[in-house]
């Protein structure tokens, strides 16, 4: 029979309790043996993902990811029946090391920190575990952490942002092409936190091409000089909106699968 986190356990967790609005849980506010009660068996573990250190062009700052994780990791933790752990602030960002102030791990680091993570929390009961993820690089070492993990009878998911956000993307988006720091990244920052943003230093700077973003003309990849892939312009709050919206609803459609999915062999 599935555990439901009991009122005892929330009111437990402090801060928590006093909002009393939350179904869910932040693995931080709690000592290790009000953990021990809530890591059980059929309990959802949610590890956001959002680098604290990335480069977003020169109207958002390095930590754009990370106010994306922190703010749907609030979405979720009001909305879902989940044990949210502490935010990963870095991971897997190859593309952008050019640019002063980003950070990116090794493939192999940012995939095995994500092994041991849930490793480390399965041991004590959980085998289901969701990357609350705001990269699209950082797909590329997920994919194998939730291979190495399936080995060992744990169930990792992650979010795919760019399947999400696609259908509603396409109803939006009027910029002529981009994924970074664009229309739709400073588009859903305006309706998170819109004093993180600076539309008067926002400029479009568009190249199509493949690869890392570089600041050399003559350099390998796509270059843009302001760290920009798109046209940030003609982001607004209302689009931001309509974006986040569909993102945090599939988010925790995906929670609810994962709650419900078999365990790997």
């Known amino acids: 029979m599935r555990r439901i986190l009991s009122v005892a356990v ?25 953990a021990e009660k809530v890591l059980a068996a059929d309990a959802v573990i949610v590890i956001p993902i959002g680098a604290a250190a990335k480069e977003h062009g020169p109207h958002l700052r390095l930590k754009n990811d990370f106010i994306l994780a922190e703010y749907l990791k609030r979405r979720v933790l009001a909305a879902s029946n989940a044990v949210i752990a502490p935010t990963v602030t870095y991971h897997f960002y190859p593309a952008f ?11 192999e680091t940012a995939r095995d920190l994500m092994v041991d993570i849930c490793r480390s929390l399965g041991r004590h009961g959980p085998r289901r575990f969701y990357a609350l993820n705001t990269g699209v690089s950082t797909l590329r070492a997920l994919k194998p952490a ?16 760019l399947a999400v956000m696609g259908p509603v993307e396409k109803t939006v988006a009027r910029q002529e092409g981009g994924t970074h720091a664009d229309e739709i990244e400073t588009s859903m920052i305006l309706y998170m936190d819109p004093a993180a943003v600076d539309m008067s ?21 796509t270059y843009s000089p302001s760290g920009v892939w798109g046209d940030p312009t003609l982001a607004t709050r209302e689009k931001g909106e309509k974006v986040v ?21």
Not at 146 to 161: H, K, P, V
Not at 205 to 220: A, I, N, Q, V, W
């Open 10 to 34: 929330l009111m437990a967790a402090g801060a928590l309790a006093a909002r009393g609005q939350n179904k869910g849980v932040l693995l931080e506010d709690l000592t290790w043996v009000q």
């Open 245 to 265: 919206e569909a993102l945090v609803a599939g988010v925790l459609k995906e929670i609810e699968n994962l709650r419900r999915s078999p365990l790997p062999k």
């Open 201 to 221: 230093k926002a400029v479009k700077d568009y190249r199509p091409g493949t690869g890392r973003l570089t600041r050399d003309p003559k350099g390998e990849g």
């Open 146 to 161: 939730a291979e190495i993990l399936a080995a060992e009878g744990i169930l990792l998911r992650y979010t795919d942002l």
């Open 97 to 107: 090391v050019e640019y002063p102030g980003s950070t990116t791990l090794r493939l």
